[in-house]
């Protein structure tokens, strides 16, 4: 996570950008893509959910 923030960050300095503002959106599209792939895991079975 790290990593990847500081390489959007010296990107959008390369280009003149705001480096929080990609740093920030960075964080939140990986936030969305980790809440998205948790709905997507399978559910337990009712059987296993209840011992």
């Known amino acids: 996570m790290q990593w990847g923030t500081g ?3 010296s990107v959008a300095a390369a280009h003149g950008c ?3 503002t990609a740093v920030l959106g960075t964080i939140a599209v990986l936030l969305v893509l980790g809440i998205a792939a ?6 337990p079975k009712a059987a296993s959910a209840r011992s």
């Open 18 to 20: 705001d480096p929080l």
């Open 7 to 9: 390489v959007a960050a």
């Open 38 to 43: 948790f709905a997507w895991l399978p559910a």
